[in-house]
């Protein structure tokens, strides 16, 4: 285990930020802002034990964990007062000069695991680099690469 040097909390070994305030563990990521900029992706911790998702998203400051609620749909945008529940507001992470629509995509759980659908989203879905269709769905893995317009994020998940 790997104590967080802000917050106590006891992390995996090989985590690279913190499960608990989100702050970088080690300092060997260099922050990735522009999304040309990206030469290769984070190394991420090794996959969790009990059944997790969550995404981690880079940012100016540099990577910054969002832990969705397993088992249960949810739809990834920006503030939408309409928006149903279950909508994860990106907004924190500069969603709307990064082109992410109000309800851009959604992550569902079926039988072959959490899954990744484009729901009509203006600047596009990508998965692994590849621009989804309207209503595509990929099944997403540890590891893989998803991308909401310009808001890149990395998949963690069992």
């Given at each position: ?17 913190c499960r608990s305030c989100g ?91 959490p899954t990744l659908t484009d ?40």
């Open positions: 285990m790997k104590a967080c040097g802000y917050c106590g909390e006891d992390n995996r070994e090989g985590s690279l930020v702050k970088l563990l080690r300092q060997t990521l260099s922050v990735i802002h522009v999304l040309h900029e990206i030469k290769n992706k984070p190394q991420l911790p090794p996959p969790p034990t009990r059944p997790e998702l969550t995404l981690m998203i880079l940012i100016s400051q540099g990577v910054k964990p969002l832990t969705l609620p397993y088992g249960e749909r949810v739809t990834l945008g920006r503030f939408d007062p309409e928006s149903q529940l279950n909508h994860i507001d990106l907004d924190l992470f500069d969603a709307l000069k990064s082109g992410v629509s109000r309800i851009h995509a959604a992550i569902e759980y079926m039988p072959e695991g729901l009509k989203s203006t600047n596009g879905t990508y998965f692994n680099g590849e621009r989804l269709e309207t209503h595509e769905t990929q099944i997403l893995r540890y590891g893989d690469e998803v991308r909401l317009g310009k808001l890149v994020m990395y998949i963690y998940t069992q």
